[in-house]
């Protein structure tokens, strides 16, 4: 019981203590101009990787199932310059649909 | 007019998380969490990512020693956000201690995809997000044997919708959409032989892919 109070807290500092480390230390006033070139580049990196493996994976196996189809519509929409609610709603109910139908 | 997208949209992916945050309550009090521990994790934690890792290791009866450390790992992702925050968001002092604490992936994400306003989308987000995740992770740790799993109503696939809804309109230039193409590589690639979350830290060094071209 103790020990996980004792993991929250490190965690809670040691978690906070990574977020500032970015926005402070890696301050990109203050990095040579090609790694804040590409420091620039990483939530680009992140988040495309962050879609896909939400995507398509289950823990540590690729699972294609009706998530796939439901963000590939989201993708199209979104491509289109539909509304962010739009594409999110577009995702939730093709998935949901497919699911009920399967 | 002036634009005020951000709201709306703001305020719709926090809506999408605090209803992931009661899956989050519910998973907590299944794995044995009290309702301190979870609301602990959501209101100063903060970020959903390793909460659910640090949960499932406990769930799993794996030490609290493993639960921290893989959470932690799992954490480095919201440090690789801040150099290109540091960009649209410039503060000093403790408003700089303050922002930190809520650099998350979907702060990050609406900053980046409403550069007009970026600390106005910023704030908005995190305000949001932060009182739905926290009310969300309560109703569902008080209701846990109620409610069912909201995966059916294809919530699992708003996550990666809103997020590729906000990283389109980004990738503007060729440069970029190869960056993106070989951090999904590297990602996709990495899943059979890492623990959950670790391809999307991998991911990052898809930028590298970015080197030497012009922007």
Redesign the interface.
């Known amino acids: 019981m103790t ?6 807290g ?3 500092v ?3 203590l ?7 230390v ?4 203050r ?1 040579p101009e ?1 790694l ?22 289950a ?4 699972t294609i199932d ?2 796939l189809a ?2 590939t519509v ?2 199209i ?3 289109r310059k539909a ?3 739009i ?2 709603l ?8 497919i ?1 009920a139908l399967t | 007019m002036p634009d005020t997208s951000y709201r709306r949209d703001g305020f719709a992916l926090s809506a999408a998380v605090g209803v992931v945050g009661v899956t989050f309550g519910v998973f907590a009090s299944t794995s044995g969490l009290t309702l301190l521990q979870a609301m602990a994790l959501s209101g100063l934690t903060f970020t959903g990512a390793s909460q659910f890792a640090f949960v499932t290791v406990i769930a799993a009866h794996g030490t609290a020693i493993a639960a921290t450390l893989g959470a932690l790992t799992l954490a480095v992702r919201n440090s690789l956000y801040g150099p290109a925050l540091t960009d649209h968001l410039s503060v000093g002092g403790w408003r700089r201690l303050a922002t930190a604490q809520f650099i998350i992936d979907e702060t990050t994400a609406m900053t980046l995809a409403h550069p007009e306003h970026p600390r106005r989308s910023f704030w908005w987000t995190a305000i949001w997000l932060y009182s739905l995740w926290n009310i969300g992770t309560l109703l569902g740790h008080v209701g846990a044997s109620q409610l069912g799993d909201p995966a059916g109503l294809g919530l699992d696939a708003a996550f990666p919708a809103a997020f590729l809804a906000m990283l389109i309109p980004l990738l503007r230039s060729r440069r970029i959409i190869l960056v993106a193409v070989t951090a999904v590589v590297v990602a996709v690639a990495s899943v059979p032989f890492v623990p959950a979350g670790i391809p999307i830290l991998l991911a990052s060094l898809g930028v590298l892919a970015g080197r030497g071209m012009s922007r």
């Open positions: 020990s996980i109070w004792i993991g929250i490190v965690l809670t040691g978690a906070y990574l977020k500032l480390l970015g926005f402070t890696l301050d990109l006033a990095l090609p804040a070139d590409l420091a620039r580049l990483l939530p680009i990196a992140l988040f495309a990787a962050l879609v896909v493996i939400t995507t398509v994976t823990g540590q196996h690729i009706a998530r439901g963000v989201a993708g929409a979104a491509w509304p962010f609610l594409v999110v577009a995702a939730m109910i093709v998935t949901g649909a699911r």
